[in-house]
């Protein structure tokens, strides 16, 4: 069974930082590329970042260019997303999803983060 379970929400202050984790089992992690999506209060779903299986490559949304870092650990089946500069916009449920031909097929029930003073 596929499971995905994202970490490391919480409150900070603008221009703080966070880092989340999201745990991957029930599938063979490194051959996935693997991604985060957020979804901020009363809006949709919005792509944040996205990373290839080696963790070569890596892909972000223009908010979160220059201030997000994705990245990847194989051996430890483990997803992460380093936020600093942290707006009040970022303010948003943060879901890691995997991806399969193209689609996110399996996601993570979210991690909450809120960027306030």
């Known amino acids: 069974q596929v499971q995905l379970v994202e970490s490391g929400g919480g409150l900070v202050q603008p221009g703080g930082s966070l880092r989340l984790s999201c745990a991957a089992s029930?599938?063979?992690?490194?051959?996935?590329?693997m991604y985060w999506v957020r979804q901020a209060p009363g809006k949709g779903l919005e792509w944040v970042s996205g990373?290839?299986?080696?963790?070569?490559?890596?892909y972000y949304a223009a908010s979160a260019s220059g201030r997000f870092s994705i990245s990847r650990d194989n051996a430890k089946n483990t997803l992460y997303l380093q936020m600093n500069s942290l707006k009040p916009e970022d303010t948003a449920r943060y879901f890691c999803?995997?991806?399969?031909?193209?689609?996110?097929?399996?996601w993570g029930q979210g991690t909450l983060i809120t960027v306030s003073s």
């Open positions: 029930g599938f063979t992690f490194m051959s996935n590329w």
């Open positions: 990373i290839d299986r080696g963790g070569d490559s890596t």
């Open positions: 999803a995997r991806g399969l031909d193209g689609a996110l097929d399996a």
